[in-house]
Each structure stands twice: as C-alpha cells, then as structure tokens.
C-alpha cells in the first residue's frame, strides 16, 4: 500500500512524457490526468487511514515492507507508518489535488513540465514519511528539492531565480550535515556488530557515547530547524514563499515545512536522546523567539502573502516548542499543530492567489471594501483566519492548546512568550482582514471582481470544513497518533531519567547538564529561557578530556 501510493504520482509522470503539448492544445488533458492521479493518490491514503491498527496492542509500525536494496551496505528498501507518518502522509495527500486545482488559471506556459514536478514532490513527500531506513529517507528528502527548486525557479514571480536558488542552497547544507550524520551512525552500527545498517529500529538500539550524540544531534537538529524554519534559520522561506506560484506556496506551507518537525520527532530526539535533551533549552529558547519575531514581522507586511509567510515562521515555532518540551501533551500537540497548519495556512496562500488572480497584485493597500464585492470570498477568508489565529472550535485552537499545556508543564514561563504570539498573531490577521474586505470600496479596479468560482469553491471549500471537523472533532486525529508519541516520549525518557524534565514543579527543577563530552547523569528539566551565562557552553568545542 506505502509502495503504491509513492508509485502512483510517479506513474503519472511517466504517462504524462508521452503526451505532446508544443502548442499548449493537450493542457487540459494533462490537468486532468494530473489531477486524477492525486485524487487516487489520495483516495490509497484514505485507505491506509481506515485500514491503520488503532488499537492498544497494534504494532508501532504498520503496513512495512522490506526488500534488500544495496547489501553491501545494509540498504534496505523499508517503507513503514505509525500514526504520526500516517496524518502526514493523508495530509500530502490532502493538499495535491487542491494545490493542483490552484494552478488551473494561473499556470499557463509549460502546463506538462509543471505537472510532472507536482507529482514527483508528491511521490517524494510520502516517501519522506514512509522510510524506515535513513538512506532511503535522505534519497527522498533530496529528491523532493528539485521539483520544488523547479516550481519556484520556472513559475514564480519576479525574483524567482534569487528565491529558488536561495532555497536551495539553504536546505541543501542542512541536508550534507545530515547525510554527514547518516552515515557516521552507520559506521558506529558495523564497529558494534560487523554489518553495515541504516535501518532505523537497529540504530534506535544503538549505544552511542554523549560526545558522538553531540555531534550528530546537531548535524540533525540543524538540517531540521532549517525546514521547520526556525529563527535564525528562516530567512530563505519569505523569499521562497512571495515567488512561488500559488500552488507551489501551498505544499511549501502545507507539507515541506512539516518535514522539519517530523524529523525532530522521529529522528533527532530519539536516536539521540541524551544530546536532544541537553539541547532542548535552546531550541526551546530560538522557538519562543520565532513566535513572537514572526507575529511582529508579520504585522508590518503590506504584502499579504509575505504576511502569511511570516505567520508561518511564527506558528511553526509553536511546534517546536511543543516538540522540546518532551511530554506527550507537547509532543501531540505540535504533531496536531502541523496538521492544522498545514491546512489553515494552505488555505490563507490559496486564497491569496486567488485575489491575486484577479488583480495581479497582493498589496494590501490596494484592496479595501471587498467584502460589497465578494462576500463569498470573505466569509471564506473569514472562516481560515479564525483558523488562524486560533479560535476555540477551530483547529488551530487545539493544537496550540496542547503545545500550551505541555509547556507549561515543563516551565510556565514558556507560556507567557507563546501566548504573546498568539494575541499577535490575532492582531496582524484580523487587522489585515479589516483593512482588505471592509470599508468603503477604495480602488476602482476592485468594483468589478467575479466572486469564487466552482472551481474556487472546490478549491476553498474541502479546507475550510476540514479546519472546522479538525476543532470539533481531534481526537479522530489525536488517537491514531497518540501510541506513537507516547512510545518516541518514553524512549526518550528511559534514556535520559527524564521524568523532573516532564512533570516536576518549578521548585524541584535543577539545571539541565551542560553538552559535552562527557554522558549527563540526569535531566532535571530547567527552563529553556535559562539565562544565556548557563547556555554558554552549547557553543564550546567538544572532545577531550573533561
């Protein structure tokens, strides 16, 4: 079923190479095709979910499929969810057809060549959530960079080439720590038992000294914070937003930043837990920052969708946070959180296009009173920005709810930093949905725009009840994913005594022991806002004696 669906977009490709379009009179067809393939992709998602074990007692792992790929070297073609891989991969799922329905009007040169990228990223998307062998992962972690290196260089605007290359570049260096990582763990597998592997249960087992988790939880963390992005890493991700086409904005948002959390939660902090946690402080620390420095950011954009780009810096932070604070509130609620903005955040960037569709620009000072003029449109993007900024009901709610309550758990203070950015992130929505929809209509050129088409509404719709089922009704999302973070939360745990880091009180906390060479005896849960003169060392040397 994993091979299945990862093959089908790449099946699509292949058929769409022998179909002829120089004169541009085949583009239909090709849509169609495109689009048929991602609906069956998703309909073999769809599959999966209801055929996912749910129960207590079900595997960690379902749907595995293992055959030797390289075993010279211990590669192993090893595809396998749990119900984090599985949201994320129904969520891949989810937005391809709606992202590809974005491109109907506002991708019109090279109609083939953009559709054969579409579904390759999507073939790579799911492959990045199904891989249990960390080869395997890396292959489709690099793959999915070109078609979205192409989407953004070829369709976007003005300065496509700048962002296009800017993204690259970025992840790219993220992605050689990585692979730098990836293999020295492989290395340390063959020293320990004589065979080369990359398989992810077998390094899990792995006994690696606290100097060497240094090392490669950083190479990890750091191609991770990357993607997510985290604050000082997020400058790429602006550029890369404001140039690409609509649809390509809305797998950016939807799905590639997701990747960077996901990889915090099933690769960083549990192959090494010990260095994770030692380093969770300031990773706490950088998200807290990424909050409150994207709302404000934001809020001074007059370009709407550098805004929304900017909010998604701001509530990727929410995360990251939920993800260091390593307890299972934290931890479920980013898992949540992702999801939930995959979807909202999806939707602001479609909705942008459209109005962007229509007047051929995304100023904010050149709307005003659209709401006389296209009141469906508004109550649309009525309904996502409330998403948005967290409205009780909505999903957006109960993601950072839950980041909230496990943070608090470890340090309340945590709290106060998150919710500024949330009563910030209300402010820079709502005043940019006041500024464009009401009031008297400004521009001329405002007072004849067509309100959202059938395709639009096909387009708009399935977000925005998705957003309302995913406020109304989590826990159909919460409980496929809950054993899985339960399971990544305990393994950290048993690793790191770090039972004071999840639940003791504030008085009872010690300071967190300092990364370095030497395996720290215990993690007494201090407060990632632990002031900087305590947090020094992260940036000293490692190795020798200590």
């Known amino acids: 079923m994993l091979s299945l669906a990862i093959l089908l977009p790449v099946v699509g490709a292949i058929l769409l190479l022998f179909i002829g379009n120089r004169d541009g009179a085949k583009d239909g067809l090709i849509r169609t095709i495109t689009l048929a393939v991602s609906l069956v992709t998703f309909g073999v998602t769809l599959m999966l979910w209801a055929g996912f074990d749910q129960s207590p007692t079900a595997e960690t792992f379902q749907f595995v499929e293992r ?16 119900g984090l891989g599985l949201m994320l991969v129904v969520l891949t799922g989810f937005l391809t057809p709606i992202a590809l329905l974005t491109s109907w009007e506002s991708i019109e040169t090279k109609v083939k060549e953009f559709s054969i990228f579409m579904l390759v990223l999507e073939a790579a998307m799911i492959g990045v959530f199904c891989a249990l062998d960390l080869f395997l992962f890396y292959v489709f972690w690099d793959i999915l960079l070109i078609p979205m290196y192409f989407l953004i260089g070829i369709w976007g605007y003005d300065q496509r080439i700048y962002a296009a290359v800017k993204f690259i570049l970025y992840t790219m260096a993220g992605s050689v720590l990585m692979l730098v990582a990836i293999i020295g763990l492989s290395w340390m597998h063959h020293a320990a038992t004589g065979e080369y592997s990359f398989d992810l249960m077998k390094l899990y087992a792995l006994d690696i000294p606290y100097n060497t988790q240094w090392w490669f939880f950083l190479a990890f963390a750091v191609a991770f914070a990357i993607k997510v992005p985290l604050f000082p890493f997020h400058t790429w991700l602006p550029d890369a937003h404001v140039q690409a086409p609509t649809p390509g904005s809305v797998i950016l948002a939807g799905v590639l930043l997701k990747m960077g959390g996901y990889g915090l939660i099933r690769f960083a902090f549990p192959l090494f837990p010990e260095a994770g946690v030692s380093f969770a402080p300031l990773i706490a620390t950088l998200s807290v920052i990424a909050i409150i420095y994207g709302a404000l950011v934001a809020m001074v954009q007059p370009d709407m969708k550098k805004l929304v780009a900017y909010s998604s810096v701001s509530h990727m932070g929410f995360v990251v946070l939920g993800i260091t604070a390593l307890n299972v509130q934290g931890v479920q609620g ?31 000072s050149e709307y005003g009173g659209i709401k006389s003029v296209m009141p469906k449109l508004t109550a649309a993007f009525l309904v996502i920005t409330l998403s948005s900024v967290g409205l009780p009901g909505m999903n957006g709610f109960v993601g950072e709810f839950l980041i909230m309550l496990g943070a608090f758990k470890w340090d309340p203070r945590l709290v106060v930093g998150a919710g500024l950015g949330v009563i910030l992130s209300a402010v820079y929505m709502l005043w940019m949905f006041q500024r464009v ?60 005594s770090a039972t004071a880091h999840l639940s003791a009180p504030d008085s009872t906390r010690s300071h967190p022991p300092s990364p370095g060479p030497t395996a720290p005896a215990g993690y007494g849960g201090a407060s990632p806002l632990t002031p900087a003169s305590t947090r020094s060392h992260l940036f000293a040397p490692v190795g020798g004696a200590n």
């Open 334 to 364: 980013a898992s949540y959180q992702m999801l939930a903005h995959g979807v909202s955040t999806g939707a602001l960037f479609a909705l942008v296009g459209m109005m962007s569709d229509r007047r051929h620009t995304r100023l904010i």
């Open 67 to 82: 055959a030797p790929w390289i075993p010279a070297f211990g590669i192993e073609y090893s595809l396998g969810i749990d």
């Open 437 to 496: 929809f009401y009031g008297p209509v400004t521009n001329d050129h405002n007072k004849g725009l067509p309100d959202l088409s059938f395709r639009e509404w096909a387009i708009i719709a399935p977000l925005a009840a998705m957003a309302i089922v995913m406020g109304v009704f989590p826990n159909a999302f919460l409980k496929p994913m809950e054993p899985a973070v339960t399971s990544i939360v305990q393994r950290i745990q048993s690793h790191t």
